[in-house]
């Protein structure tokens, strides 16, 4: 039973590119405002980018320029296209609601950005 489901993430070189994808179970996604989300060994986690229902979209600003945030309303799926890619960006990334995360996260999709 899908709830939240991460994927997309690797080893990545400076510079370069990842796009990650988030299916969501329909009662979290529909018409809801959507999230992506990270966090970085002994950090807390923290908003990255955010997309609502009807295409506005909110980046934080550590990544403005360089991530775009998208939704596919057909396939309860939002993705995160990471250009860019610095080493402060590893991280584990998670997706959820944007103001009203549920309780049950998934198990992310970690996303590591070395030479």
């Known amino acids: 039973q899908v709830q939240l489901m991460e994927s997309g993430g690797g080893l990545v070189q400076p510079g370069g590119s990842l796009r990650l994808s988030c299916v969501a179970s329909r009662n979290i996604f529909h018409l809801n405002a959507m999230a992506w989300y990270r966090q970085a060994p002994g950090s807390q986690r923290e908003l990255v980018a955010a997309?609502?229902?009807?295409?506005?979209?909110h980046y934080e600003d550590f990544v403005k320029g360089r991530f775009t945030i998208s939704r596919d309303n057909a396939k309860n799926t939002v993705y995160l296209h990471m250009n860019s890619l610095k080493p402060e960006d590893t991280a584990v990334y998670y997706c959820?609601?944007?103001?009203?995360?549920?309780?049950?996260w998934g198990q992310g999709t970690q996303v590591t950005v070395s030479s």
């Open positions: 997309i609502t229902g009807g295409d506005s979209k």
């Open positions: 959820n609601r944007w103001l009203n995360p549920v309780d049950s």
